[in-house]
């Protein structure tokens, strides 16, 4: 699931964050049977086990985060990339023999999302150009 809006609410975050925990649940589950079969585990597939590790610690990390009013564009950026990278996993899962489902059609955003800390650190940037020009025409 992707925000795909300009402006980013709590409630798009939520919805984000679910969608990431059930799809990341569902690669877990079948790189589970995966390895009950022989097929994943530490020292059969060391870089696999390790990066998937570090995968579900990160998504664990962002399903946990309360959604931020005004930090919402951030949060949906972050789940964003952490749905695309699950959704890797579903081919990765079958490259090693796992049985898992096509991964999800993640739909189209055609840009970041806009949260309030955007907006002030543009107003301060402003601010501070409009100070500095009225300091260099002073007399």
Not at 2 to 31: E, Y
Not at 77 to 97: C, F, I, M, P, S
Not at 99 to 128: E, K, M, R
């Amino acid at each position: 699931m992707s925000v795909g809006s300009i402006v980013v609410m709590p409630a798009d975050v939520a919805a984000l964050q679910r969608a990431v925990h059930t799809d990341a649940d569902a690669v877990a589950k079948a790189l589970q049977r995966c390895a009950d079969a022989g097929n994943f585990s530490p020292t059969k597939t060391p870089a696999e086990w390790e990066a998937w590790d570090s995968l579900t610690k990160r998504v664990r990390a962002f399903v946990a985060e309360t959604p931020s009013f005004l930090s919402s564009g951030s949060q949906a950026d972050r789940g964003d990339a952490l749905q695309k990278e699950v959704a890797e996993w579903h081919d990765k899962a079958k490259a090693l023999g796992c049985d898992i489902a096509a991964a999800p059609i993640l739909p189209f955003q055609p840009g970041g999302g806009f949260d309030l800390s955007t907006l002030f650190a543009g107003a301060s940037t402003t601010a501070l150009l409009v100070l500095a020009l009225l300091w260099a025409m002073r007399k």
